[in-house]
């Protein structure tokens, strides 16, 4: 075992520090050129490369799917192929299909499996071998904070996709995360009143709270809002991400003395909760002398579309609705419309406005040098991309806009018609002082490529 | 100084490992696998695929919780950034022993039984962490959310030496912070490390016993031989491969998440060390390295891709191959791999290592009488 015939260990020591030499340490020599530009990822050709993490499989996958479409559809507008959607109505008019600061724009797709390890795998490999000067996407405000984590470290900007927690653009906030999407605390404010005037203030609430930092936090804010009216909560119950089987949850919830049912799920989980709850006929039942009713604080068509009848004169919020009215919104149905044969959900938009606005915020700042962009975009005020009048607050990053109050339409004229808005929370009323959530953005530049 | 010493062919296999791993940069070029955090996955990956071959290719104790020492290691880790400091070193020391102790008890509990009822015990002892991390313990692993740092961590160490940074830190060695490529040079060594002691348990009396216990474990204790601490001592020097394996992902990526400790990772790893060849040195590396591969590059590619790949052909031919041929890639990967899988086991029985020995021996110069695969067919199992 020890015959070391021709091999001194010396020799060997010599011969394996020259490989270390030869292998390891001239690479670093042959990067430090590719390395050594102004900024991270600066596009250098005449494409620029943008980066779309999404989940394409797991429990939001059916949202995955449609923030895709809406993806490849606004590279589409930048490069001016297609009717242009909401570039022609969005109030910025830097935009003029000649692709981002004249480079024609290409992305890379990939799957975060709505699973925060896996999406920020992904945008890792993105940024470190595709070259991608954004990432935008998730579905997921785990993934989303993950991801945006990872982009303040390598000084990419980040554009967050549908992320619904508080804690994106409050305690995890980052100088390079920017969120279009609302959150739940402005879904508390939204559907507060709402619940007031149709169940009335003398109610018992049951919370299931998908596990992570979105569940919580619009548990907090779900339970501060209808508190104030007066509501009592029983003590919340926690469920795991992708369940798939929620019956032992909802078991308990008729012989606990509450007469509401707060369903914080979102994607396939809310889908399966809302119809189980459904086929367990709590909807039919009467406690404490009042029907029973069942709220779902966040909703989506998609989400409305596999739950079917069961959410038919449900209560939630959304960020954005195809059938509202504006030039915006019609804009961008129809050339969504047109090219998938369906309207779009709210993930498609927040999503859509995400690349336009980062696109338009690169042409504003003349560069794509992620400190200008980010000066570009803090406190911008902008119009025409479906929810009025915006504001991107530079304190945390978060988007100011109207919020909708929806609820599942009781006889939908066609497959599409599914939600209807029954109210809409100004922008001044869901304004709220940063402050109350902490968390610091950091600074808008990364040691780290 | 035997301590250090191999034989003459352990050092041809190391010299040779040793400049395949160092030269990833390069041959891994063009395959398009040549960026830091797919390099990072392919050495660390590889270490918990030859830790767990320790105890599955020596004792043939199949675990089915491998995974939970993974994440045990990887929360350890990130608490030491957050508490401690940014440094490398405390990092994997608090890992690799957190995770030993976990080791320690599951599998003192679990070696109790061998055969199937052992790996249903460890799969269960898994999934309890599992449980445990996703919803009990959220404040210590922040669940499904998954742990990170945060710019308010107390870092002790780190503060009292210096001044604190502005924007989150990356993790360091003595000072010095990771770039991508560093981090894995750094994840290298340890794997070279990690792989010499594998030699050494290898060709050691001790591996030598562990062998013994999978070829008869009734006629070791018929010859007076109390088996178990043997086991154990093989469960727990695994168990510590694995939490260096979660450091090192913590250490170039400070996250960690509950899906780390999923029973799919566990079966991840049973897959890496069957595909590569079970019981031989390189045979895990290399099935660590075929799936992350296989995770991280056929999962990218996306319809267009195939498009592009298949446009030499004709578009009324090309357009239905293309068709069919993405449903194997993007986010049906998983269905390529399991293709692979049932091709190997039912082919190649002992992985791609039995492939590349009968390739070997098909062009061999010697024409090697018995090959090592033969041999590892034992009677009583």
Known sequence: MTNLK???????????????????????????????????????????????????????????????RAFLLAVEHLNGEGDGGMIPTFSSKTLTGGGILGKKVVYVTGDDQTKPDAGRDTARRMIERDGAVMISGASSSGVAIAEQALCQEKGIIYMAGLTHSNDTTGKDKKRF?????????????????????????????????????????????????????????????????????????????????????????????????????????????????????????????????????????????ANWDWQLGDEASKAFTKSFGAKYGQPPSQIAQTSYAQVLLYADACERAGT?????????LEDYEFDGLGNGPTTYRGSDHQCFKEVYAVKGKDAPANPFDLLEVVATASKESVTYDPAIFGGELGPDTAAAC | MTLFALSRRDLAVFAVFAVVVLAMPFWLQPLGAAYPALMQKFVISAIFAIGFNILFGLTGYLSF???????????????????????????????????GLF???????????????????????????????????????????????????????????APRPAGLPSASLFGHSFSGLEGFYFCAVVLLIAFFVTQKIFASPFGMMLRAIKSNQTRMTYTGFNTRPYTLTAFVISGMFAGLAGALFAITDPLA??????????????LMTILGGVGTLIGPVIGAWFIEYFENIFSAFNESVVHAFFS???????????????????????????????????FLPGGIMEGVRRIGSLFGRRGTPVSPGAARAQPAE
């Open chain 1, 177 to 317: 995360g920017f969120r279009h999407f609302f959150n739940a605390y402005q879904s508390g404010i939204a559907l507060g009143p709402i619940l007031g005037d149709a169940y009335g203030k003398d109610r018992v609430a049951y919370h299931l709270t998908a596990d992570y930092t979105w569940g919580w936090t619009q548990e907090e804010s779900m339970i501060a809002a209808t508190e104030a009216l007066g509501w009592k909560t029983l003590p919340p119950v926690r469920t795991p991400v992708n369940a798939g089987d929620f019956s032992q949850y909802l078991t308990p919830v008729l012989n606990s003395g509450a007469d509401v049912l707060v369903l914080n799920h979102y994607g396939f989980d809310g889908v399966n909760s809302i119809t189980q709850a459904m086929q367990f006929g709590m909807r039919d039942k009467q406690v404490n002398g009042k029907d029973f009713q069942i709220v779902l604080p966040l909703v989506s068509d998609l989400m409305a579309k596999g739950a079917g009848e069961a959410i038919r004169g449900v209560y939630g919020t």
């Open chain 2, 103 to 161: 080791a320690l008890v599951i599998g003192y509990l679990s070696l109790r039984r061998s055969g199937i009822y052992f790996s249903i015990l460890t799969l269960a002892f898994a999934q309890m962490c599992y449980n445990l991390a996703y919803s009990v313990l959220t404040p210590i692993t922040n669940g499904e959310t998954s742990l990170q740092l945060t710019l308010s961590d107390p870092r002790l160490i780190d503060t009292a030496l």
């Open chain 1, 368 to 376: 794509f040098l992620p400190s200008a962009v980010i000066k570009a």
């Open chain 2, 312 to 346: 030499f052909l004709p578009a009324e031919i090309a357009d239905p191959v293309a068709l069919v041929a993405s449903k194997f890639v993007g986010e049906g990967w998983q269905l390529t791999l399991g293709l692979l899988f049932v091709l190997v086991v039912v």
């Open chain 1, 6 to 68: 021709g091999f001194s260990r010396r020799g060997v020591l010599k011969g394996g520090l020259a490989g270390i030499l030869a292998t390891g340490v001239s690479p670093l020599i042959f990067s430090k050129g590719a390395y050594a530009q102004e900024f991270c990822n600066a596009p250098t050709g005449d494409t620029v490369t943008l980066g779309f993490v999404m989940p394409l499989t797991g429990a939001y996958a059916d949202e995955g799917a449609d923030q895709q």
């Open chain 2, 65 to 99: 919780g491998h995974a939970a020492f993974l994440g045990v290691g990887s929360y350890t880790a990130v608490w030491s950034f957050k508490l401690l400091t940014m440094d490398a070193i405390p990092a994997i020391f608090f890992a690799v022993l957190v995770s």
């Open chain 2, 257 to 270: 998440g509950t899906e780390r400790m999923q029973w799919t990772a566990s079966g991840e790893v049973v």
